[in-house]
Structures are given as structure tokens and as C-alpha cells.
């Protein structure tokens, strides 16, 4: 928890400077704390240092495995863009508003999204940063209309009440699942331990969980 | 003997015509939820039909909207508590690219009365211009001295909060019952203490907001709301009438009682996006949300206390002030004490302004102030009689519901495990055991409608104007008519959250279940018997020999063989189906007014560093007839999470030199997190176990009180547990936390207090 709790407070730090700066290079912060500081330094090795902007810019995003270009101020966040923020954005249709912001400074998890297999706050990640790699949202988990072990568990268990913070847990537990397909309850409060509930769900979404990683324990199954 | 009818709407084909007429059916039993063993899907535990569109991102909030066009909007808020506006130039905010609109939302000479106040507001094509433009306007401001503190207000030569009251002090009232001085002197024990809930803040996680689209003068309205109809009514200002506004509230991400209005967001978001001649969304940015909103307001409280030595509550002497903000000083609850009342009692309270936000309703307004504040010194007075916390209240306290769910908390939470002396435990490490509880309302009104649809088809659709927090509303709207029609929950569409579905509710109260749920079932006995005299017909019956039996097949009593199959039956009516609107006056007998309900805790104080850790709570929560049990249950969880981060984080800070908020924002106003939350979900059945020592988890039991009629608990859910944490905090430590809620620094003091040698 300690460890979260430092790379939270890492990652609002860097994020207001780059955000204020208005073009750059940016970090991803990572949901769940341990590999904030990791994530960081892959980013800075693979954007490193190309400059762009300060006005709007195209720039093509892999999102659910699609290429999509918009044309956005480098300041945009991941998040702003996929909910369809910018000069050129995602048209209504195509634009994906599963993904909340709740508090837009990495604080809350509404708007947790996975880049490269891991889950980040879209609100701390620059859309720009995002180039090149492989975003996924919570409309990419169940694109065949099957929901996932953990979906359908937190329907089971009535995992949520108004639903805001709901796709922000599932991306955090999904996230979890695919890195450990069977999980401790510990583990699950750290996986989500940067997702807020206010209605306060919390130990049905811990239940849920449980209940996914067992379908995921029995064979036959296939991952979160 | 004549059988008794009554008239009720439907609909007959003419010549090939539609037409709607009155028709004479007979007069049933009184409307009954039934015998909840009999039911099929009501009380069972049904989940909702719209969980997957919540855990696949596809339910649509007013945040998610997304128009071809749309603008985004911001406040320009005072930086300052108290001012006096000079001048105001938008000027340089207009000029910037991509900025649409600027409006003033208050004018030059106007006062501002705390920081964050909207004093304008602007739409630009991002929210990241909007942001730069709400930087460039110019506010002239000349400030005044302010005063946000509770008890510096009260002080004759505070700075006066507002100009056009006298002073600070508002709304004196109170009540005096027996010789409360001679009481106070004949006493055997006693206590003299100040207590302080503390100011809370809403935190819905979606921000209060509107997305908007003027046509013409027609506007159209999605909504983050708890009142769809209520806030059509207000946006009607703009546009000359309610028939000119559409409020569409599919899902809202939370309310907890500050969402009945429009706001200033909405007032400021229909002059925007007039101006702007495009769509706006006016989603409030958090550190707006948590400045420019609403708060619960804070409570202070001065209590005497006393008691004969056979533990009989003698006497009550208690004076309250309520930080009222800036805009309504309204009082708290008029009583002083709470559920349990001492034989002689004054209380004299007080509304204090302060140049903080203004106050709204949060979960079971002002509730939760008086309960923790009535129970810490209930158990301070109990300890000092060295009694049983539990058995004071009994000696005081009859009602034989609320005992039982008394006793039965103290059953399963496992209440011999407390110290039996307070702070008597060994070690660093000290468990403590607390109790807390609740008296609320909850029974409705005749308000919303509902309509229930039949199609030829056998598609049944069931509306309703209704909203829903995150109660569940859409599975009782979808639940009743099923039952009531021997169908299945997926035979039925519920469809609320539009202005259009007839007169709302605002959830309000926890009133909107037992409100819209008995409309609900009024519309569905009257669908059956419109469908019992087509069926009798076809089958050369009277319709009350007509029964209903699962699958909705609709058949003659006594003789099954002759019946209608659902889809045979629905074929013979006519092509606009049938419509069905119940009338709420039969059915007041289906809902009451008036739950207890009490949480008990276990927690453990780390003597050493001051942190509190919620080992178990337990909810023993009364509402009559459960619709729906998991969503019951799902209801008391969130109101004890809720209630254990009012006891251990929750706190508006406000800085006294300045007169700003220190924490607008989720990083210093903190919420209950996946560690603080008390871990997993604990299902109780009868006939309910003691949780074991190390066991850690939330567990809840609806308590069996067989009214037979439906009562709303998202309110008292909360109620008694702030109360609950802060005196198993007491039981552990042997001291109060007087000053909520217990942040580790608190908890120490509290702690040095003692080795300071209290008396
Ligand atoms: S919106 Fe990104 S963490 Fe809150
Ligand atoms: S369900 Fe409302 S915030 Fe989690």
C-alpha cells in the first residue's frame, strides 16, 4: 500500500508539469501502483524527446485493435480522446465513453484503461504517448457480446450500484487476471486499490473478483 | 348480492378504429404484495437487467453524451470567501480560439459569500481551451474579511457573513420538557461534553452536469440527476414552458441528495449553448464539484447528560449549531437527542452562517451528525454508570423491532468480545466493539406514474419517469409487472429516466421505492385485469374466474384445460396493444413510512501511530417487503462503506487565514478505498452465526419485520454507523474522539488526552 500510495503521488506531480507544459513527453500511470516507476521509464525510452504541437495534431491511435487518427492539442489525455475530446476527434459513433473520469488527476480509477496489457489512469496518460501501442477499453472486452468471467461475476454479485466506477474496476481486475489468472483477495484490493466506489461496492466487487478467479482456476476456462 | 365494480381505462377497436374507453371491471381483494413464499421473482435475488450495459461500458450518463458540435463548459470561480465583484471583463476569454460563449452568472457590485463561488462560466470546443479561457477573464474583486469557522462566527464581532442578515446566528429554536435543572442536580451520574461532526462532502463520482441541445426553443436535456421531472421544471424557466424541455436521465453516477436541482451548472449551461449555437456539456470538473457544490453541514454540539444509578436516561441538556455555509444556515434535527430520550430534556439549537458553500441534503440529512453525537455520549455516560452500552439503551428504549435487531447485532457482530471496561485491552494493537442506529421514514407518496404496455406481440414495456441512483430501480419496475403477469424477468422491458414517461419523483428520502414500486403494481394488477376480460371473453367466462399462472397463461379457476397461452392471448388484442396506468390511491396499503435499523463494529486502533482499521461491520437494516434482496442487501453495504469513511477520512478542511478549501479534490478529501472498506461481502442467513474473532468482511441482514409493505433504507443504511466506529474506537482506547472523524492525529491526541490524566 505504501508503494501505491508513493506512486500515486509521483505520478500527479509529473502529470500537472507535463500537462501545464502543453506538449512533450509523458509517462503513463500505472493502476495499482507497483510498476508506476517501470512504466515510466519504457515510455521516456520509446517517445523519447520527439518534439510536437503546441497546436493540434494528427495522430493515430490502436484502440480495441483498430486504427483510429484524430487531431488533438498534445496536452489531450488518453482519456479526453477516447471520449471524443479534440479539434478532429473520434466522431460520436466511433468515440468510447465506456471509460469515466471522475476526477481527471489520478485519483479515482473511473477512467482506467489498459495500454500494453497494463492498466492506467487514461486521465495521466497523454493521448500522444499512447501512439504505437495497444490500447484497450472496456468496450474491447467483450466485443463478441460475451462478457468475461469478471463482468459476468460482477453482475452475479451485484458488483456496483450507480455503475460510474464500474468499468474502471472491471479494466483494473482484468488487468490483474491476465497477469495472475488467480488471485488473492490482497492482490485484488491492490489491483483496484487506485479505484474509487463511492456508492461503496467495494466487498461485492472483491467477491465478484474471487468468484472469476475460481472460473478461471477451473480448467476449461479460458482467462478474465 | 351485487358484486361491486370500478371503472378503469383501456383500449377497444371501433370500425376499425382505435378508441379508448371505460370499462366496468370487478372490485379485487386489496392490493397485496402476497405471500413472499408464493412469489416467484419478487424477494428473491434477481439481478438487474441492466448490469452488463454497466460492466461493458455501454450505459449512457449525461456525461456521455456526445453531440456533433458540442462545446465544453467551465466556471470562473472566486478565489477569494468573501468579496465584493468590481468589474468583470470576458473579453480576453472570448478572443481565445475555440472559446464559444462567455457568460456572467453574477454581476459587477454583486457579493461572493465563499470560495469557489461561479461567478462566470464559459463553453470552447475542448475542455483544455475552456480551461485557458476561464484563466484569462478578469475579475476585480475587493475582498472583505471572512470568517469559516463554526465557532468564530458565533462571536458577536465575527465578520457578518451576509449583508442582508443581522447576524450570524440563525434560526434560534428549541423545546424544554420537565424540570431539567433539578433533574441535572439530582443525577447519579453525569456527564458535560462538546462533540463535532464534521462537514462532509458528496463526492457523487460523476460530477453534477447537463449536456445540452437547444432546437429552436425546444430544449433537450441529459441529466446527471436525481429528480428528471423536478430539474424539467427548472430548465422550463428558459424556454417558456415544461412542454418546450425533454430531461433524459438513463444512468447517473450517484446523487446522495445533492442532485435535485439544475444547479448553476444548468443555468449556466443553457445561456451557454444559446449563445454558442451548439450543444454544450457542462460536466462540472471535480475541484468544481467539490468547491462550487454542496456539502452536509457540520454539527457541534454542547451536551449535559445524566442518569440514576440504576441506569434510568434522567435528563438531556444539549445545545446544537449547525454550520449552515453561506446559503442556508437551516438548523439540525429539531430533537437534540436521537432515538433514545432522556424522562426531561431542553434542547436550543442554532443555523450559523459561515463563508463556506451552501448545504444540501446528504444521505439522511443531518441524521448522521446527530446519531454520532448522541451515541458517543450515551456510551460515555454508560461507562461512567459501568453498564453494558447495549443494556443502557434497553433500560431506555422499547420499541420491540429495534431491540430485536439490537440483539440480534450483538449476536453476530459478537458484543462479549468487547472490553469490558473501555481501553482495558492489552497491547498496541486494541480491539474495540461499538454499536450505532437508525430511525428513518422511507414510505412514499402518490407521485410518480407508471404505465405498463401490452403489444399484440405479447412485448410488454413498463415506464416509468423515475431515475435511478443505483438502487436497482430498473429490476423492481421490471420485477412487479412479471410477477404480477406470471412472466419472466426478460419478458419485460423497464424503461425510466425520461421526462416524457409522465410525473416523476425525486429520490429523495429513500421515498422513491415505496412511491413508484406500489405504482408500479397498481398498473400491473390493472394490465391483468384488462387482459382477465379479453381472456373471459375468448373463453365464455367472467373475468374474476379468470386466473393467472406462470408463463402468463391466463385460464379459467377450476378448470386449467381452458386457457390462453401468453402469445394467444396477446394476439386478440387490438394493434396498439394495451395500455395500463393504476391508480396509486389503492394502493398506499402496499407501502409504510417508518424503519429502524442499527450497525455494529469492530475495530482495531494501532495505539502507536493513531490508525483505525474496520475489522467487521454488521447492518441489521428493517424495510417490510423486500422487493428485491441482493439489491437490499447492496444498498445497506454502501451506506456502511460510506459511513466508515465518515468515521475515519472524510473531513472539509477549511484554512481560517485565507478562508479557502484545502482539499477540493478525491487526494486530501478522502474516500474509503479497497484497504480502508473493511474487506469482503459476509451473507448472512437465518439462522444467523457469530462471525468469528479474525473474521474480517461486511456483512449485512435485512431484518425480517413481516409488514407486508415496501419502505426505502438507502438512508438509514448510513445512519448509525459513524456512531458505531466511533464507539468501538472508545470501547478499544478507553476516549472519545470528540472532534470527528478519527484521522490518525485525532486519535492520538485523543490518546494523550488521557495519559494527560482526564478526570
Ligand atoms: S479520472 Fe482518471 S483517475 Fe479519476
Ligand atoms: S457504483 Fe457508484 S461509484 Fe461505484
Known amino acids: 500500500m505504501d508503494q501505491e500510495q508513493n506512486g500515486r503521488s509521483f505520478v500527479v506531480t509529473r502529470r500537472s508539469f507535463i500537462k501545464g507544459a502543453g506538449a512533450g513527453v509523458a509517462g503513463a500511470a500505472v493502476v495499482g501502483g507497483s510498476a508506476a516507476i517501470d512504466s515510466n521509464t519504457e515510455a521516456e525510452a520509446q517517445g523519447g524527446g520527439q518534439r510536437i504541437g503546441p497546436g493540434p495534431v494528427r495522430m493515430t491511435l490502436n484502440i480495441n485493435g483498430v486504427n483510429r487518427t484524430v487531431e488533438v492539442e498534445p496536452r489531450t489525455t488518453l482519456i479526453n480522446v477516447l471520449r471524443g475530446v479534440g479539434h478532429r476527434p473520434l466522431s460520436p459513433d466511433q468515440a468510447l465513453t465506456g471509460s469515466k473520469v471522475g476526477c481527471d488527476r489520478g485519483s479515482c480509477g473511473a477512467c482506467t484503461v489498459m495500454v500494453d496489457g497494463k492498466a492506467v489512469y487514461g486521465c495521466m496518460m497523454l493521448a500522444a504517448d499512447a501512439r504505437g501501442r495497444k490500447i484497450l477499453t472496456v468496450e474491447g472486452l467483450s466485443q463478441t457480446g460475451k462478457l468475461t468471467a469478471i463482468q459476468q461475476q460482477m453482475v452475479e454479485k451485484d458488483g456496483y450500484q450507480c455503475g460510474f466506477c464500474t468499468p474502471g474496476f472491471v479494466m483494473s481486475l482484468t488487468a490483474l487476471m491476465r497477469r495472475k ?4 483477495l490482497d492482490e485484488v484490493k491492490m489491483a483496484v486499490s487506485g479505484n474509487t466506489c463511492r456508492c461503496g461496492t467495494y466487498p461485492r466487487i472483491f467477491e465478484a473478483a474471487l468468484a472469476a478467479a475460481k472460473m478461471n482456476a477451473a480448467p476449461a476456462r479460458k482467462g478474465a | 348480492m351485487q358484486q361491486k365494480t370500478k371503472k378503469i381505462k383501456s383500449v377497444v377497436v371501433e370500425n376499425g378504429f382505435e378508441k379508448e374507453v371505460e370499462i366496468e371491471v370487478p372490485v379485487g381483494p386489496p392490493a397485496s404484495w402476497g405471500d413472499p413464499k408464493a412469489l416467484r421473482l419478487l424477494g428473491k435475488r434477481n439481478t438487474r437487467p441492466d448490469g452488463p450495459d454497466k460492466v461493458t461500458g455501454r450505459a449512457r450518463y449525461a456525461s456521455d453524451v456526445i453531440l456533433p458540435g458540442m462545446c465544453y463548459g467551465r466556471f470562473v ?9 468590481k468589474s468583470i471583463d470576458l473579453g480576453p476569454a472570448e478572443r481565445i480560439n475555440g472559446v464559444k460563449a462567455a457568460v456572467l452568472l453574477l454581476q459587477p457590485g454583486a457579493d ?13 470546443i475542448t475542455p483544455e481551451i475552456a480551461e485557458d479561457a476561464i484563466r484569462a477573464v478578469r475579475v476585480e474583486y475587493e475582498t472583505r474579511p471572512h470568517v469559516v469557522d463554526l465557532v468564530k462566527a458565533t462571536n458577536p464581532n465575527a465578520p457578518k457573513v451576509r449583508s442582508d442578515v443581522p447576524s450570524n446566528v440563525q434560526y434560534p429554536g428549541g423545546s424544554t420538557k420537565g424540570d431539567v435543572d433539578g433533574a441535572l442536580k439530582s443525577a447519579a451520574a453525569m456527564i458535560h461534553e462538546t462533540y463535532e461532526a464534521q462537514t462532509r462532502l458528496h463526492c457523487c463520482l460523476e460530477t453534477h452536469g447537463h449536456t445540452v441541445k437547444w432546437d429552436g426553443d425546444k430544449l433537450t436535456v441529459w441529466a446527471s440527476t ?10 422550463a424557466r428558459d424556454t417558456g414552458g415544461p412542454q418546450n424541455v425533454t430531461v433524459i436521465t438513463e444512468h447517473m453516477g450517484g446523487g446522495f441528495g445533492s442532485k435535485f436541482g439544475r444547479g448553476t451548472e444548468g443555468i449556466a449551461v443553457a445561456q451557454l449553448a444559446k449563445k454558442a449555437n451548439a450543444p454544450v456539456k457542462f460536466l462540472l470538473s471535480r475541484a468544481e464539484e467539490q468547491l462550487a457544490n454542496y456539502r452536509g453541514p457540520g454539527v457541534r454540539a454542547e451536551i449535559k447528560l445524566g442518569a440514576s444509578a440504576d441506569g434510568t436516561l434522567t435528563v438531556g441538556d444539549v445545545k446544537v449549531w449547525n454550520n449552515g455555509g453561506a446559503s442556508n444556515a437551516n438548523s439540525p434535527l429539531d430533537q437534540g437527542f436521537y432515538i433514545i430520550e432522556p424522562q426531561a430534556r431542553r434542547v436550543q439549537r442554532w443555523g450559523v452562517l459561515t463563508n463556506t458553500g451552501g448545504t444540501a441534503a446528504l444521505r439522511a440529512p443531518g441524521h448522521p451528525q446527530a446519531a454520532v453525537i448522541w451515541d458517543m455520549a450515551l456510551d460515555a455516560l454508560a461507562a461512567k454508570l459501568n453498564m453494558d452500552p ?6 431506555n428504549h422499547n420499541d420491540p423491532v429495534r431491540v430485536a435487531e439490537w440483539d440480534l447485532g450483538a449476536k453476530v457482530i459478537g458484543w462479549n468480545r468487547r472490553q469490558r471496561t473501555p481501553g482495558s485491552a492489552a497491547g498496541t494493537r486494541k480491539r474495540g466493539v ?12 402518490k407521485s410518480a406514474d407508471c404505465t405498463i404496455e401490452i403489444k399484440p406481440d405479447g412485448k410488454v414495456r413498463a415506464y416509468s419517469a423515475v431515475q435511478d441512483l443505483g438502487v436497482g430501480v430498473r429490476l423492481y419496475v421490471q420485477s412487479i409487472p412479471a410477477e404480477e403477469l406470471g412472466l419472466q424477468l426478460a419478458d419485460v422491458e423497464p424503461i425510466i429516466g425520461h421526462s416524457t414517461f409522465g410525473p416523476g419523483k425525486g429520490s429523495g428520502g429513500s421515498t422513491t421505492t415505496a412511491s413508484v414500486a406500489p405504482a408500479i ?4 394488477v390493472q394490465a391483468r385485469e384488462q387482459l382477465a376480460i379479453v381472456a373471459a371473453k375468448k373463453l365464455g367466462a367472467k373475468p374474476e374466474e379468470i386466473e393467472v399462472v406462470p408463463r402468463g397463461r391466463f385460464q379459467v379457476k377450476g378448470s386449467p384445460a381452458r386457457g390462453l397461452a401468453w402469445k394467444e392471448l396477446c394476439a386478440l388484442l387490438p394493434p396498439s396493444g394495451i395500455k395500463a396506468k393504476g391508480d396509486w390511491n389503492e394502493a398506499s396499503d402496499l407501502q409504510a413510512s417508518g424503519v429502524r435499523g442499527c450497525t455494529f463494529v469492530e475495530v482495531e486502533v494501532d495505539t502507536e501511530t493513531g490508525k483505525v482499521t474496520v475489522i467487521k461491520a454488521l447492518g441489521v437494516q428493517d424495510c417490510g417487503f423486500v422487493l428485491n434482496r441482493l439489491q437490499a442487501e447492496n444498498q445497506v453495504t454502501g451506506g456502511i462503506i460510506q459511513g466508515i469513511g465518515t468515521a475515519i477520512l472524510e473531513d472539509r478542511r477549511m484554512d481560517n487565514v485565507t478562508g479557502r478549501m484545502l482539499n477540493p479534490n478525491f487526494e486530501d478529501y478522502k474516500l474509503c478505498g479497497s484497504f480502508e472498506s ?13 462471525l468469528g474473532p479474525e473474521e474480517r468482511g461486511i456483512a449485512t441482514i435485512i431484518f425480517d419485520n413481516p409488514t407486508g409493505k415496501v419502505s426505502g433504507i438507502g438512508e438509514p443504511a448510513i445512519i448509525g454507523v459513524q456512531s458505531a466506529v466511533a464507539n468501538a474506537i472508545f470501547n478499544a482506547i478507553g476516549v472519545h474522539v470528540k472532534e470527528q472523524p478519527a484521522t490518525p492525529d485525532r486519535v492520538l491526541a485523543a490518546l494523550a488526552s488521557l495519559k494527560g490524566g482526564r478526570a
Open chain 2, 678 to 690: 473493511g474487506g469482503v461481502n459476509i451473507t448472512l442467513d437465518p439462522p444467523y452465526r457469530t
Open chain 2, 521 to 524: 403494481k397498481m398498473s400491473a
Open chain 2, 226 to 235: 436525481q429528480f428528471v421531472t423536478g430539474v424539467r421544471d427548472e430548465f
Open chain 2, 77 to 85: 470561480m472566486s478565489p477569494y470567501p468573501a468579496a465584493k465583484i
Open chain 2, 390 to 395: 447495549l443494556e443502557f439503551r434497553k433500560k
Open chain 2, 434 to 445: 461499538g454499536m450505532g442506529s437508525a430511525t428513518w421514514g422511507g414510505g412514499g407518496s
Open chain 2, 112 to 124: 461572493v459569500l465563499y470560495h469557489g463561488q461561479p461567478v462566470a462560466a464559459i463553453a470552447a
Open chain 1, 181 to 184: 489468472a488467480n488471485p488473492t
